[in-house]
């Protein structure tokens, strides 16, 4: 069942101008900010329905937050930074020739898996 709320299509809408992963908090906050009345937990729903039909990705960061964003469809892997939070969407030909291989060695079908590295972006990387 499909519910296409204004408050979902205001989180839609947040969610795809912002550039990188982002909280359900984090959005909320920036909601707040453009004046939206929309309360955290219909914006926690929103993100967890947008992820469930495939309208965002979601990760969990290292330290355990759920992370959203509006991505390009298919299937893809992330490199994001921890500190500015920039994110690359990529492809990983040999992750996954790899995970079908391992998969299929142990006898398993229909394998999915979930790839996404963490670390410095260039710029954060680069010496103050
Ligand atoms: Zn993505
Ligand atoms: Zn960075
Ligand atoms: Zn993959």
Redesign the pocket.
């Known amino acids: 069942m499909k519910r296409n709320t204004w408050q979902r299509e205001a989180v839609r809408e947040a969610l795809t101008s912002t550039e990188g992963f982002i909280s359900a908090q984090g959005l909320h906050l920036s909601l707040h900010e453009t004046g939206s009345p929309i309360g955290l937990a219909t914006v926690y729903r929103a993100l967890a329905d947008l992820a469930a039909e495939g309208d965002a990705d979601s990760l969990q960061s290292p330290d355990g937050e759920s992370l959203y964003r509006a991505c390009t469809t298919g ?3 992330h490199l994001i930074c921890r500190n500015c939070g920039l994110t690359v969407e990529i ?2 030909d040999a ?2 020739q790899w ?1 079908q291989a391992a998969a299929a060695s142990h006898g398993f079908t229909q394998a999915q ?1 979930v ?1 996404d590295v963490f670390g410095l972006c260039a710029n954060c990387s680069r010496p103050a």
Request: charged share 20%; net charge negative; hydrophobic share 40%.
């Open positions: 299937h893809h892997h492809e990983a992750v996954e995970a898996h790839v």
